[in-house]
Each structure stands twice: as structure tokens, then as C-alpha cells.
């Protein structure tokens, strides 16, 4: 009976140490690969010769919430550990990671991460990874040498160059603030250790290598595309008059939740009604009524890569004919800009944008003067850009939503950009726009939010469908409301 016993409690034992192998928090990141990452390193080593990047990582919040590293710092390394400091050495052609060492108390509380010792260089692909203590004595042999570093403040979940440039003027500007920056403290201590040091910025060198995306990063792009788009579209399924827009955007979150996501990549923009002509409109506390447009933007944070996705939508299914010959005239036009996408320069395809647009004005019906009058800005405002040949299609989209970018004459394979131009009515505060997320191919583009409806067919026909809201709209202390 024993020996019978042994076999069956041994498969247990093994079977438990196995899971709570596989229960263990990951050590990096799955992201990318790591050989990505040591290619982005080995890229800049090339672009500063015998100079040093020193970088420090994001540091830890006052609050109980998830880590989340700094772009700048996640794109080179994949590491998430805060408090960090890469070192890549153009002279040496090396790179060191300094980390803090192992707490077991942390630990106990929160699981391991990546530490000195625990196959860190193995798991990370950098060439060495050293205790942040360390990185004191390695701060004063830099002295003589250039050293670049990150002018620009760190930006994480949420966060974008343009928002943190404004945050950073607005500090400096308050009197009872005007501390200065992480970086620019960065930058002191390195001067104070190491004299004679010469200190540079990375950022342009780092943001011209973000700008064209490699097919791992496509494929980060096109899932945090796609959950972006079924957000919406569910919340399009659970649509009613009556619906707050925060319960909509509430749909949304539970779809990013349950894809994945570790946040948001901007906060929800749910406007209904006239709340739409502020562009970045986000209280989303106004009550939807019967014949409300709503206009929903919106995208997650997904393994440090994020979209931007907009879509339209009358709140009760169907469009009235006003809305419909509106909607409908933006559309062509909208559509005439995507599929004028190609590589090349802005002012060139601007151009053959403006010569798609005037057919399409040519051939519409209008019944409005009005509606008339506001396309024909819309495409003038084209025609300005063509002719002046500094137009832009769009803003740059990757790690963040309006993603980095140094000047470029073209467009080129593997670049990703948003178009999101708006046809307003400014006296009515009527405000019409929708986005896609567009990749640009060898050929042409990629509209890698195709899948979500943008035509007044498509629309009513998903809004048809059964929504996730409808599911519980029963259930006790909710405020949905039926069509």
C-alpha cells in the first residue's frame, strides 16, 4: 500500500513546485525580445562613437500601484525594475545595468524581481549587470569624457513629449514650485563627480530610432490597435439614451482589463452632444439624450505601446438624415486623405489629397447650405497645407499616443501615424471627427483600425448587436436605459 502511495504523492510535489514555478512573477519583460533591445543598444554606440549614455530608469511611486518604467529607458533595456541606471560605453562597446540588490522583505511581500546575481545578464542580454551602488565610482571615471544623457522628462503610462514639455514650463514658471527637473538633477550630480564632463542630449538620437517601428513593435501596435477598437465597438453594442459618458467609457476599460493591459494610453475622451467640440474633452459626467452624436477616443497601454482610435456614433442607433448628410460628406473626404497614404513627402501626397476631395465635393448632394459651407473649409484647409508644402497627415503613435518624432521629409515604411482631421461648425458647436491608426507600407498603408466600423451602415448594424451593458442592465443600482 505504501509503494503504491509514493508515485501519485511524488506527481503532486512536482506538480506543485511546477506551478508555483510558473506562478512566479516574470523577471523581464515579454514584450520584445532581448536581442531587440541589445540591436537599439548597439545602434547608439554607432551614433555616439566613443562617448557614454547614462540613463536613469523611472523611480517608484508613493502609492500602491504597479511599476511601470520610463519609455526612453524601457526602449533600450526592456527593463522594469525601478531606479535603474544604463551605462552604454562607446569606447568599451559595452552596457551596464546598476539595480538595486535583492530585498527580501519586498520580496516576501511582492514577489522577486530582477536583481544582481539572479541570471540578470542571461535573462536581459546586457553585458553586465552590477549593484546601483556601484555606479558611484563609476560616475567619477567619466570625468573628461562626453556624456549623454535624457533632457527630456520621463514619460510613462499616459504620458506624451507635448504634455510633459507643458508640465515642465508650467513648474518652472510657479514660483512656488520651479524645482528643477529629475534630469536636469541628473545632469548636476554627473558634473559634480566627474570634472571636465561634457554633457549631451540622447533624446534626438533615441526618437529618431523610435520613429521607424520594427515588425515586433508593428505587431505591439496592432494588438493595443485591437483592443482599442473592441473597447469601442462594445461600448457602440451598449449605447442608449440615457447612459452616462462615463458608464461608456467604463465598457471599454473592463475590455482592456480583460485583454492585458497595464493602463491606459490617455485618458478617455466620451463626449456626447456638443460636448464633442472640445477636442480633448474628458469630465465624461454629461447624461446622453435621445438624438446625442458621441464621439469616443480612446486607447489602452499595452506592453508599453498604445494606439489612438476615434469613432462616432448616434447614442440611440440610428442616424437622423441630418446627421447622416454630415457624417456621410466627412466620410468621402476622410477616406480621400486615407487613400491618398503612401511613402513619400507630405506636401506631394497633400496634394493629391486635395484632388480627390474637390471630386467628391463635385459629386455630393447637398441639401444644406450649411453642411456645404463647412465641408468646403475643410477641404481649404487641405488646399493651405498642400500649397505651402509643411503639411502634416498626422501625429506620430507608439510607446505613447502622440509618440516622438525629429524632423523627416518623408514618410517612410514602418512609420505608424494617426489622421484624425475635424469638420466642425464652430457657431453650432458642431463637431465631426473620426481616427485610424495608419502604418505606412512599401506600397501604400495599412489602416490598422480597419475592423471597426466607420460608415453609417456598419455603424447601425453593430449597434444592433446585443451590448455587454444590455447583458446586466438588470441587475439592481444601474442606470442604463433600454432603446
Known amino acids: 500500500m505504501k509503494t503504491k502511495c509514493i508515485l501519485p504523492l511524488m506527481v503532486w510535489s512536482l506538480l506543485m513546485v511546477a506551478a508555483g514555478a510558473f506562478a512566479q512573477p516574470p523577471l523581464f519583460t515579454d514584450a520584445l525580445l532581448k536581442e531587440e533591445f541589445a540591436a537599439r543598444r548597439a545602434r547608439v554606440m554607432q551614433e555616439i562613437g566613443d562617448a557614454v549614455v547614462v540613463m536613469q530608469g523611472a523611480t517608484e511611486t508613493p502609492a500602491y500601484e504597479r511599476f511601470r518604467q520610463s519609455n526612453q529607458f524601457f526602449y533600450l533595456t526592456g527593463v522594469e525594475v525601478p531606479r535603474a541606471i544604463l551605462v552604454i560605453d562607446g569606447r568599451a562597446k559595452s552596457s551596464t545595468l546598476y539595480i538595486a540588490p535583492r530585498n527580501e522583505r519586498m520580496e516576501r511581500s511582492e514577489g522577486p524581481i530582477l536583481t544582481p546575481g539572479n541570471d540578470a545578464e542571461r535573462l536581459t542580454g546586457i553585458d553586465r549587470v552590477a549593484a546601483r551602488d556601484d555606479f558611484n565610482d563609476v560616475a567619477k571615471r567619466l570625468a573628461g569624457r562626453v556624456v549623454y544623457t535624457t533632457f527630456r522628462g520621463e514619460t510613462g503610462s499616459a504620458g506624451t513629449p507635448d504634455r510633459e514639455a507643458s508640465y515642465a514650463r508650467a513648474r ?48 505591439l501596435v496592432r494588438e493595443a490597435t485591437r483592443i482599442a477598437g473592441e473597447g469601442i465597438m462594445e461600448a457602440m453594442r451598449s449605447a442608449a439614451p440615457g447612459m452616462y459618458e462615463y458608464e461608456l467609457a467604463a465598457i471599454a476599460d473592463y475590455i482592456f482589463r480583460k485583454n492585458n493591459t497595464q493602463g491606459i494610453g490617455y485618458y478617455a475622451l466620451v463626449a456626447a452632444g456638443k460636448n464633442a467640440a472640445w477636442p480633448h474633452y474628458h469630465a465624461s459626467q454629461t447624461r446622453t439624450r435621445d438624438g446625442d452624436m458621441v464621439l469616443f477616443d480612446y486607447a489602452p497601454d499595452y506592453k508599453y505601446y498604445t494606439s489612438d482610435v476615434t469613432r462616432m456614433f448616434p447614442i440611440n442607433g440610428k442616424f437622423t438624415p441630418e446627421q447622416r448628410e454630415l457624417y456621410s460628406i466627412y466620410l468621402e473626404l476622410y477616406q480621400a486623405l486615407m487613400a491618398s497614404i503612401r511613402p513619400g513627402r507630405a506636401g506631394e501626397i497633400l496634394q493629391e489629397v486635395v484632388r480627390k ?31 505651402s508644402d509643411r503639411g502634416s497627415l498626422g501625429h506620430m503613435v507608439g510607446m505613447e499616443v502622440h509618440d516622438v518624432t525629429v524632423p523627416f521629409p518623408e514618410l517612410k515604411p514602418g512609420m505608424i501615424f494617426t489622421i484624425e482631421p475635424a469638420l466642425t461648425i464652430p457657431e453650432d458647436r458642431v463637431y465631426i471627427r473620426l481616427e485610424d491608426v495608419i502604418l505606412v507600407t512599401e506600397k501604400g498603408y495599412e489602416n490598422m483600425s480597419a475592423f471597426a466600423p466607420m460608415d453609417v451602415a456598419g455603424i447601425e448594424k453593430l449597434m444592433a448587436e446585443t451590448g455587454f451593458a444590455e447583458k446586466i442592465a438588470r441587475k439592481p443600482g444601474t442606470t442604463l436605459s433600454p432603446r
Do not use: C
Request: proline share 5%; aromatic share 10%.
Open 172 to 219: 518652472k514658471a510657479d514660483v512656488w514650485d520651479g524645482q528643477p527637473s529629475r534630469e536636469e538633477w541628473f545632469q548636476s550630480k554627473l558634473t559634480q563627480q566627474a570634472a571636465g564632463v561634457q554633457i549631451k542630449d540622447v533624446d534626438p538620437i533615441v526618437d529618431a530610432m523610435r520613429l521607424i517601428k520594427s515588425p515586433r513593435e508593428i505587431a
Open 357 to 387: 476631395m474637390d471630386l467628391v465635393m463635385a459629386s455630393y448632394r447637398f441639401t444644406n447650405p450649411q453642411y456645404k459651407a463647412a465641408a468646403t473649409r475643410f477641404v481649404e484647409g487641405f488646399r493651405a497645407q498642400a500649397a
